[in-house]
Structures are given as structure tokens and as C-alpha cells.
């Protein structure tokens, strides 16, 4: 467990960090860089600092994007003692009714279809129609796709390959854990992922699961946090042995599941008994396009059976520009460059059908900044996300890929508020596509 008075003590206020600090490029205030939160820290621990309204609104004013961890030469665990600290706010304060209710819900799975069913039902009624038949939402913040059925309610169990097993296949069968937005508001995602796997003649278990607990971790729910890993753990250990790997096309479901479920058991009770469960499921955990392009042939199936899209895209000996609608930008959601370190097997999959151009920040993030920010700290939010709509914009790219729906939700919304006309699309969603259209 992170001990807070050490590493305060280690920050040596360089100020390498500010720079790059979210909060700190949008209102420019030391106490919430993150220099300014370890001397916080630090004073917690010496009991020179309580916790009142004011250093609760520091606190969940970071938006635990983990840049500073990335830039400090220490790499020092900014974000983990943030974390700490906000479950000892929550102990203290409370949860909002609100949050309470999403996360009581999120450990209710069949509660949270029927009502994410019923959203989806009277979800029109949220929205004007314009002249040209194009709905817009009534209020300035974008309204999200709902489903009244979720990826899990619709395919569940073995999912046979129509594909025949090729000689050279190493790996028969994976697992795939979806993540709630793309079970109930992307389905789009999990089920390009199914045409992928297809593809490459790899059988499929959509097992039962819960949600990955990251809503509730990064506020501070604690007892929800460790409800929802304990069960999934639970869920995992009956088919762990049954599959080559559990994939995960959402960055913070993969950055949780990997990464901080371990640090969540680290405040329970019986933490030691489930870390030793965990260390065996968490070395087949793995990102979707990570695995995908390390192990197996999918890079080569794209590039052998490209045909016309391939055409679009080779360009150099005629001196032709790419078709527009096939010019994409990537952008790296921070759980997956920054926490797993993983940007460049996206890109590597996506240049097989599409011609990439660069952002100037692929990087920054995009101020999405999980519940408590989305709800509570709106305002923020936009103001981190104009300017990377703004980069995106810049590209004169037709779309914006990126491996998380949190991602998507947020930059889809600071498009829409300046007026930005580029897609979103997940990278699993325009290899899907590719396969597709290949069958045209």
C-alpha cells in the first residue's frame, strides 16, 4: 500500500510534471499540479491537513490521467496516492445519491440491463429532430447511443469459429471481457471483435462478468470496487484454463483489470487471498489489438487480402493523395500509452487499411476524467477537451480511432461543441470494416 509521507517526501519539485499536468493547462493553480498534491499529501499524513470541502474539491479535481506519473523522473505514484486519499474522502463524506445508485447498479447486472433497456426506450424523447431529418440534442452536451439490448444480453457462452482452423494457428480460443460502455452503448466494438476473431478461425467465450469496478475506484467506493473484482476473479477462475487469453478492447477496463485491480485488494482484508487468485488470470489478460497483433497473423491477413482498400491507400507512385475517407488520426487513450504502454499495435493494424496522420498531441489527454468529473466538474471537462478536439480538427482526417469508449464519449462530445464534422470509430471497428469490405 502507497505510504503517503514517502512519497512526498520524494518529490524533489523539479516541476517537469507541471507542463503536461491536465488540471494545471486549465487553470494554472500550483495547489493542483502535481507537486502541489504530493505537499497535500504529505501534509495529510503529518496531520497538518484535514480533509474539508476545500482539499475534497482538490483532490477530485485531478482527472487521474497519469501524465505525471509518465513525465517524473521518479515516476512516482501520484495517481495512486490521489486514489488513497479519495477513498478516505468517501469514507468521510459519503458518496453522492447519484453516484450511489450508477454503482449499486453496476453490481446489479440484470437491474442495469432493464434499466438501460428502458433508457434506450425513452432516450428520442431526449433529442429535437432539425429540417433535414438529423437529430440533435436538446441540451449543449451530446447525448449517447443506448441499446435496448447489451453485447452481453445478446452473445454469451461458445461462439464456434465458421472459419476452419488453420495449420499454423497457435491459439484456439480467447475470452472477451466487453466493459460497460461498449456492452451497452458501443456494441459496435465487441462485435467487430467477433468478426476479427472469426477471421482468423479463433473460437470465442463470452463468459458472465461484472463490470470492471473503474467507476467506482477512481471515486472512491472502495467496498464497491472490491465487490465487483472478487466476483469477477471468481467468474475468471472457472475458465481461466479453458483459454489462450481474456481479451479487452477498452483501455481503462484493460488498465483496471491489469493494473489496478492489484492495488484496490491492497485495501481489503482478505487483499493477500485474492492477489494470489489474481496473479494467476492476470498474465492472459491482455488489450485486444496488443494480443491481436502479437499473437497472430492478423497484420499479414490484412495486408494479403487488402485488395481495393489496399489500392486506396498506394498512393506514391501516381503522387495521389489518399481518399479522404480513408485518412484517419489516432489518439491514445492514457490508460493504454501511459499505464500499459501500449500505442504503437493499434496504428500498426489500422495502416493496413487507412492512411494515418498524426495529431500534435496524440498523447494528451482528452479530459474525460471518470464519474465524479463528468458529473460534478462538467466545466472542466469541456475545457480539456476543446483543445484536443482542436488537434484533431487540424488533421483534416475523416475520422479519430481510439481503443476506449471513455475516450470516445468525451472527444465525440468536444467535436460536437465546437462543431468539429470527424467520426469516431474504434480501431477493432474499422479493421472490421476493412474485412468487410473485402467481401464487397
Not at 518529490?11 to 502541489?36: A, F
Request: proline letters at 4%; one cysteine or more.
Amino acid at each position: 500500500m502507497i505510504d503517503f509521507t514517502t512519497i512526498s517526501n520524494a518529490c524533489v519539485k523539479c516541476g517537469k510534471c507541471i507542463p503536461y499536468c491536465t488540471i494545471y493547462r486549465i487553470h494554472r493553480e500550483e495547489v493542483t499540479s502535481p507537486r502541489g498534491y504530493l505537499d497535500l499529501v504529505g501534509a495529510y499524513a503529518r496531520g497538518d491537513l484535514t480533509i474539508d470541502n476545500l482539499t475534497k474539491d482538490f483532490f477530485e479535481s485531478c482527472f487521474l490521467c497519469t501524465t505525471c506519473v509518465e513525465v517524473c523522473p521518479s515516476h512516482l505514484g501520484i495517481d495512486e496516492a490521489i486514489e488513497k486519499i479519495r477513498i478516505d474522502i468517501a469514507k468521510q463524506y459519503g458518496i453522492k445519491w447519484y453516484k450511489k445508485l450508477y454503482f449499486f447498479l453496476l453490481k446489479h447486472r440484470k437491474l442495469m440491463d432493464i434499466v438501460f433497456s428502458m433508457v434506450a426506450f425513452i432516450a428520442p424523447c431526449a433529442f429535437k429532430t432539425t429540417s433535414n431529418g438529423s437529430k440533435i440534442p436538446l441540451s449543449k452536451r451530446v447525448v449517447f447511443p443506448f441499446r435496448r439490448q447489451s453485447f452481453l444480453a445478446k452473445y454469451k457462452g461458445e461462439i464456434a469459429s465458421s472459419v476452419p482452423k488453420r495449420q499454423n494457428l497457435t491459439h484456439n480460443k480467447v475470452a472477451i471481457f466487453i466493459g460497460c460502455l461498449a456492452n451497452y452503448n458501443y456494441m459496435g466494438v465487441g462485435e467487430s471483435l467477433l468478426v476479427i476473431l472469426d477471421r482468423l478461425g479463433i473460437d470465442v467465450l463470452i463468459p458472465k462478468q461484472e463490470c470492471c469496478g473503474a467507476p467506482a475506484f477512481f471515486t472512491g467506493d472502495i467496498a464497491t470496487v472490491l465487490t465487483l473484482i472478487k466476483r469477477n476473479i471468481e467468474y475468471f477462475e472457472h475458465f481461466i484454463d479453458k483459454v489462450d487469453a481474456i481479451l479487452i478492447p477498452e483501455a481503462t477496463c484493460a488498465a483496471m483489470l491489469m493494473k489496478d485491480w492489484a492495488n484496490a485488494l491492497r485495501n481489503d482484508k482478505d487483499g493477500d487471498i485474492y492477489l494470489k487468485r489474481l496473479a494467476k488470470i492476470t498474465p492472459k489478460m491482455a488489450m485486444a489489438s496488443h494480443w491481436l497483433y502479437h499473437h497472430t497473423d492478423l497484420e499479414i491477413l490484412l495486408d494479403s487480402s487488402g485488395g481495393a482498400t489496399r489500392s486506396t491507400l498506394d498512393c506514391s507512385s501516381q503522387n495521389l493523395a489518399p481518399s479522404k475517407e480513408r485518412t484517419i488520426t489516432y489518439h491514445d487513450p492514457c490508460h493504454a500509452k501511459k499505464v500499459l504502454k501500449i500505442y504503437k499495435e493499434p496504428r500498426a493494424l489500422l495502416r493496413k487499411g487507412y492512411h494515418i496522420v498524426e495529431m500534435s498531441e496524440a498523447d494528451r489527454c482528452c479530459g474525460f476524467g471518470g464519474v465524479s468529473m463528468q458529473s460534478d466538474r462538467y466545466h472542466l471537462t469541456l475545457k480539456a477537451g476543446a483543445p484536443k478536439a482542436q488537434m484533431i480538427g487540424a488533421t483534416n482526417a475523416s475520422i479519430v480511432s481510439a481503443e476506449c469508449s471513455a475516450c470516445r464519449m468525451q472527444i465525440t462530445n468536444a467535436l460536437a461543441q465546437d462543431n468539429i464534422q470527424v467520426q469516431f470509430a474504434h480501431p477493432l471497428e474499422l479493421i472490421a470494416k476493412s474485412f468487410q469490405e473485402q467481401n464487397q
